[in-house]
C-alpha cells in the first residue's frame, strides 16, 4: 500500500477541526511558560514532574516500541494534538470508557473554589468501549513528537501512558494512550452525576472552561458520525442547570 501523503486521506472532514500543529499552544507547552504567564502557578510546582520523572516515565512507556506510533486521543488531543502526524483515523478502544473524573482545581479548566473535571481513559469492565481519534506518528518523528506529546500529558500525576488494543478501520491495534491513574488523589470515581454538572458548569481556568472541554468533544463526535450518550447527556445537563442559575439572577 502507497504511503499515506494526506493526513487527513481517510477524514477530509476533520482538515479545519483539527488544530495547525505548528501554531498549536500545546507545541510550546511547559511548566515554565505556565508560570510565566500566571505567577500564582509557582505554588504548585512541587506538584508537577520534573523534567527527568517525565522524562523516565516517556522511556518506560516506549521501551518495547519501535516504527511509526499510534496515539488515541479521547479528550482535547482530537482537535488539538500539537503534534506532527502522518495520519488520523477514527478509533475504537475496547474495554475502556471515556469518564469525565480528573478534578482540576489548579487553574487549568478550575480552582480550588470552582473545581472543574478533564476526562480519562478508565478500564471499566463490560463497557461498550470508548471511541476517539488515533494520530499516526512516523517513526522518525517519534522521539520529538512524544517529547511534546508527554510534556502536556505527563505535565503531573493524573494520568498513566499505556499501550491499549483498539480498531482502527478494519485493523487491530495497539495504540500509546492516558488512562486514569486511581492512585493519584485528583483522579475521583466516586463523583456523582450532581458532583459532575456542577463542576463542568462552574469550572473555569487558563485553558478556558470545563463546559467549554466537554462541548468541544461532543462537537467533534458530531463530525465523525459518533455518538457518545454519556456525554451528550452530561452537557445538557450542564447546560440546563446554568440555564436554571441563569433564570433565577433574572427572576431576582
Request: glycine share 8%; charged share 25%; proline share 4%.
Amino acid at each position: 500500500m502507497p504511503e499515506l501523503t494526506d493526513p487527513f486521506a481517510h477524514h477530509p472532514e476533520l482538515r479545519a477541526r483539527i488544530a495547525d500543529p505548528e501554531t498549536s499552544f500545546f507545541r510550546t507547552f511547559s511548566v515554565e511558560a505556565i508560570i510565566a504567564a500566571d505567577p500564582r502557578q509557582e505554588a504548585f510546582r512541587d506538584w508537577v514532574h520534573t523534567d527527568a520523572q517525565r522524562e523516565a516515565i516517556r522511556a518506560e512507556a516506549l521501551a518495547d516500541h519501535s516504527g511509526d506510533l499510534w496515539i488515541f486521543g479521547y479528550g482535547s488531543l482530537m482537535w488539538d494534538p500539537a503534534m506532527r502526524f502522518a495520519e488520523v483515523r477514527r478509533a475504537h478502544v475496547t474495554g475502556h470508557a471515556r469518564r469525565l473524573i480528573l478534578v482540576d482545581t489548579r487553574g487549568g479548566r478550575g480552582t480550588k473554589e470552582a473545581p472543574g473535571l478533564f476526562a480519562t481513559l478508565d478500564a471499566v469492565e463490560g463497557c461498550d468501549g470508548c471511541e476517539g481519534l488515533a494520530f499516526r506518528i512516523a517513526a522518525a518523528d517519534v522521539e520529538a513528537e512524544t517529547e511534546i506529546l508527554f510534556r502536556r500529558e505527563m505535565i503531573a500525576p493524573g494520568y498513566l501512558a499505556r499501550f491499549v488494543p483498539a480498531r482502527i478501520g478494519d485493523a487491530d491495534m495497539r495504540v500509546l494512550t492516558f488512562v486514569a491513574d486511581h492512585d493519584v488523589p485528583d483522579v475521583r470515581s466516586d463523583l456523582t452525576y450532581a458532583e459532575q454538572v456542577r463542576y463542568i458548569a462552574h469550572g473555569a481556568g487558563d485553558l478556558g472552561t470545563s463546559r467549554d472541554y466537554l462541548a468541544n468533544i461532543v462537537g467533534h463526535f458530531t463530525h465523525l458520525g459518533i455518538t457518545d450518550a454519556h456525554c451528550s447527556d452530561l452537557l445538557s445537563a450542564v447546560d440546563a442547570h446554568l440555564a436554571t442559575l441563569t433564570s433565577k439572577e433574572t427572576a431576582q
